[in-house]
């Protein structure tokens, strides 16, 4: 019961607000103008050139704490990883390699990434918990703990974290499937006699022939 | 070969949870060749089986008492002979249940559509268990005037009704090196099919009016991983779809209610759950899920971006390892196909590890984008098989073999693995995963 009253109010407030800022922008006006300080608080979204980093500032040595409270308990204390929990260190040249290690170093194309998504969803099971400060003070550590930034006492910021270069940055190309592939359109389907013999190359049972898991490529 | 885990992860223990894994699936595919019974994730349930007092000349209790009247189940759910029919995880996949992922059991469903409770799962902070009333979209950035929206006014909208598949760009992903997990359900259980009611993407987008220049969008979810990607503008306009309806009814929770993006025919993970907040930019964001993740790492070490479309797949759900044949004479082979570029239309399937194929009999409703049922009656001698099936769709696109498939793209590449799947079907009906030659 007790929602009614605040209902109320509520739509008093939108009956005053109405004539002044009616609807969308559009022919169907539906929904209603955002407010900048809405907007505000859920644009936490940060794009490769800067965009959107807020105010702030944070230095490697800074960040080591956090991380090793925040952020350690399932990365390990060197963004190794523990049990099954995201590696976010090394791997540095293992793209080619039969077991590659997709890390922050390894393998993202923009420090952007590491900051937006830090701040959007970790720590898992406490999203949006730090500090913008924190933030680039995580940041910080975790591209220190790739190499990336070298000096412990580098400070992140909002102007500078744009011209971080990754290692990866080059690794990237749009999907080409319709040119690299092209042969898979078309193709002949082969439906009498399409070969002399069948053999089983490999069953899903066989277990002796099924690696440990500790090595396999990661989906998530 | 290797085994894929399916999140940033691998099992410390993974031989013995992988032995686990398989052992209960194969006590399942046995079980359940000798009558029917659950299996739930190791977790053993009472035998159900034929009973000879409930069968002719007998007359059952059924036939003569009363059953529940129509105020014992207000919300139906299925008979309790099907309490085997769903969704199950791979525990040693990922590190924890919230960031993880769990299937569709296809071999046990028919038609096209996918019932509302079994469409997989797939999250990356756990389900939001949102109140509607409180809900709010946000559309903002190159527009002339940044929105907000609740429920009700996207409600207001001109509404459509389209079914179209959802399938994850890593469904099928663990076997890449080779056959991996031995059943349908885990192979290929990452896809659903629904009918969403749902509004167009393009009025919401044209009702905040779009500035010059703007041609990507960043679509983010309101869960607590803040799911979020870059979508291009052409398709937002083109397609897409704000849904609140799955077949009918509202959303279930753990698909996004009260209002997901619809992306037809492109990755489940743009298909953003929860969607609170659209920004509508010049440009791609970059974010992890389209670069650390959901990006395909080739055999020259270098990334396909922005995979987005599904390429054109079937597999054949019965008989499967799940699903052994139980009878010789008269049966039947059923699977799916579906591809994200339009509608199928053929499905070739082989009984002799593709010596010969033949042409299967399509069924039900050919949609754009959509799951399409197929079958192949015929009579089996209880001769060993090879089962495989081949999908063909509008654009001439012909499903390839694996073998043809990693020729391009290497082993490493985990998402969109559409290559054609063999199954095994053994004298006694027994089903297996396996690769041939």
């Known amino acids: ?220 | 070969m290797t085994k894929h885990a399916i999140d940033g992860s691998a099992s410390p223990t993974g031989h013995a949870s992988r032995r686990r894994f398989l052992t209960g699936t194969l006590a399942g595919g046995l079980v359940a060749a000798g009558g029917s019974e659950a299996f739930a994730q190791g977790r053993k349930k009472k035998p159900i089986g034929p009973n000879p007092d409930n069968q002719p000349p007998n007359v059952p209790d059924w036939s003569k008492t009363l059953g529940d009247g129509v105020a014992d189940h207000p919300y139906g759910k299925p008979s309790k002979y099907e309490a085997h029919v769903v969704r199950r995880d791979v525990e040693w996949l990922t590190a924890s249940r919230q960031s993880s992922v769990n299937f569709t059991p296809l071999h046990e469903l028919d038609g096209i559509i996918t019932p509302n409770g079994l469409c997989f799962e797939r999250h990356h902070g756990g389900t939001a268990d949102i109140n509607p009333f409180d809900h709010r979209l946000i559309v903002h950035g190159m527009v002339d005037k940044p929105l907000i929206f609740s429920m009700d006014d996207i409600k207001r909208f001109p509404r459509y009704n389209r079914v179209y598949f959802l399938e994850c760009a890593a469904n099928s992903g663990m076997e890449w090196r080779g056959a991996q997990l031995n059943g349908c359900q885990f192979t290929h259980g990452m896809v659903h099919n629904v009918m969403y009611t749902g509004v167009r993407l393009r009025d919401v987008l044209e009702e905040a009016g779009i500035k010059a220049g703007a041609k990507w969008l960043q679509v983010e979810g309101a869960d607590s991983a803040g799911m979020n990607r870059s979508l291009p503008m052409q398709k937002a306009l083109d397609d897409c779809l704000l849904a609140f309806k799955m077949n009918g009814e509202a959303l279930r929770t753990e698909q996004g209610y009260p209002l997901r993006l619809v992306v037809p025919g492109w990755e489940g993970n743009l298909w953003v759950k929860w969607i609170r907040r659209i920004e509508v930019g010049d440009m791609p964001w970059q974010a992890r899920e389209e670069t650390s993740k959901y990006t395909d790492l080739m055999a020259d070490g270098r990334s396909r971006r922005f995979t987005f479309a599904m390429d054109a797949k079937s597999v054949v759900t019965n008989p499967s390892p799940e699903a052994p044949l139980k009878v010789k004479g008269r049966n039947i082979i059923t699977g799916l196909a579906w591809s994200g570029r339009g509608k199928v239309t053929r499905v070739d399937v082989t009984l002799d590890g593709g010596r010969n194929w033949q042409e299967a009999r399509i069924d039900g409703p050919v949609f754009d984008r959509s799951l399409t049922r197929f079958y192949v009656d015929f009579d089996w001698q209880g001769q060993e098989l090879l089962v495989q099936s081949r999908a063909h769709d509008e654009t001439g696109y012909v499903q390839p073999s694996k073998v043809e498939l990693r020729k391009v793209r290497g082993v490493n590449s985990i998402y969109h693995n559409n290559g054609i799947q063999t199954w095994l079907v053994r004298a006694n009906g027994e089903t297996e995963n396996v690769e041939i030659s």
Request: charged share 25%.
């Open chain 1, 1 to 220: 019961m007790s929602r009614y009253p605040r209902l109320a109010l509520a739509a008093a407030l939108i009956c005053i607000c109405l004539p002044l800022a009616n609807a969308g922008a559009g022919k169907l006006g539906l929904g209603r103008e955002a407010k900048p300080e809405e907007i505000k608080a859920w644009d936490i979204d940060v794009r490769p050139d800067g965009q959107g980093l807020p105010p702030g500032k944070g230095t490697v040595a800074q960040g080591e704490p956090i991380f090793q409270e925040q952020c350690a308990s399932c990365h390990g204390e060197f963004g190794e990883g523990k049990d099954r929990w995201p590696v976010l260190a090394g791997g540095h040249g293992s793209l080619t390699h039969d077991r590659p290690e997709k890390t922050v170093g390894s393998f993202w194309p923009d420090a952007s990434t590491v900051f937006d998504y830090v701040k959007r969803a970790m720590p898992f099971g406490n999203a949006q918990s730090l500090t913008d400060d924190q933030l680039y003070a995580v940041t910080a550590y975790i591209l220190n703990l790739n190499d990336i930034i070298k000096d412990t006492t580098f400070e992140l910021n909002q102007s500078n974290l744009a011209s971080i270069k990754m290692p990866n940055k080059g690794g990237f190309y749009d999907d080409d499937r319709e040119q690299t592939e092209k042969h898979f359109w078309g193709a002949k389907a082969c439906m009498k006699d399409c070969k002399a013999e069948t053999k089983v190359l490999n069953r899903a049972r066989m277990l002796d022939v099924t690696p440990d898991a500790k090595t396999g490529p990661r989906v998530d």
